[in-house]
């Protein structure tokens, strides 16, 4: 996520904004729960496995509209 944006970009961005630097970390927690899931490393059950998508989704989809409007 935000792989074209430069990375001193997105640490200001994070040290300035409090609820952008905590979504940010559960968004990156969550792609590493779901990875390690579908590789079967985290055992859990699949409805588990659909929230954590879910959630997943809707905190990049958060982050995606954070980002634009303080780029703005």
Do not use: W
Not at 8 to 18: F, G, I, R, V
Not at 60 to 65: A, P, Q, V
């Amino acid at each position: 996520m935000f792989e074209g944006q430069p990375q001193t970009e997105l640490e200001a961005l994070m040290k300035a904004n409090t609820e952008f630097r905590q979504l940010y970390h559960r968004h990156k927690e969550l792609d590493k729960q779901v990875l390690d899931a579908e590789l079967g490393v985290l055992p859990i059950d699949d409805t588990r496995l659909v929230q954590m998508k879910r959630e997943k989704l809707a905190a990049k989809d958060r982050l995606t509209r954070m980002y634009d409007a303080l780029q703005h």
